[in-house]
């Protein structure tokens, strides 16, 4: 396996799940990055904003599908870090498998509710308790930003599928 935790060279599906194309894995993962960073790695955020906000954060890191193996088991160490940074104490024990796939499923389509749901139900009764406590962070032009950027990235993710559906690509 010498593509083993090298970013993947082909196109890959799981059912009819199309992740993002090779060519723009990169520009992907770049921007996901920049979002956590600009967020602070949520750190200050509340339970219900972490949950909210790792959601959109993890689903998009899921579309990138960045390996051609192990994508899910990464996600999951990068939520578990994302978290600790956050100030958020999470138990990976407690998201279901088949809800998880499923929410993965759905976020590749831009739909992270699931995922939400996932991320909220997981967190400790100590990060919960802390909801009321802090205080949002969230500006208007940062909230505005960021559904400008979800409805973007949503388009692209269509068109990429769109793309995907016209073209005779091997899968294998």
Not at 5 to 31: A, V
Not at 34 to 55: D, H
Not at 106 to 134: F, K, P
Request: proline share 4%.
């Amino acid at each position: 396996m010498d593509w083993a935790g090298e970013t993947r060279q082909l196109e890959i599906s799981k059912g009819p799940t199309q992740f993002m194309p090779r060519q723009f894995i990169e520009t992907g993962i770049n921007d996901i990055h920049k979002r956590i960073v600009a967020s602070n790695y949520l750190q200050g955020t509340s339970p219900e904003a972490f949950a909210q906000q790792a959601g959109e954060l993890i689903g998009d890191l899921n579309h990138a599908h960045p390996f051609r193996e192990g994508n899910g088991r990464t996600q999951m160490q990068y939520l578990k870090q994302l978290a600790e940074k956050a100030g958020h104490p999470i138990d990976l024990t407690q998201i279901d498998t088949k809800d998880w796939i499923a929410a993965s499923i759905r976020s590749n389509d831009a739909d992270y509710g699931l995922m939400q749901d996932c991320i909220r139900g997981a967190l400790s009764d100590q990060s919960r308790e802390t909801d009321a406590a802090v205080p949002p962070k969230e500006t208007d032009a940062s909230v505005s930003a960021e559904k400008a950027y979800a409805k973007a990235y949503r388009q692209a993710q269509k068109r990429t599928q769109e793309l995907q559906q016209n073209q005779e690509i091997d899968w294998d």
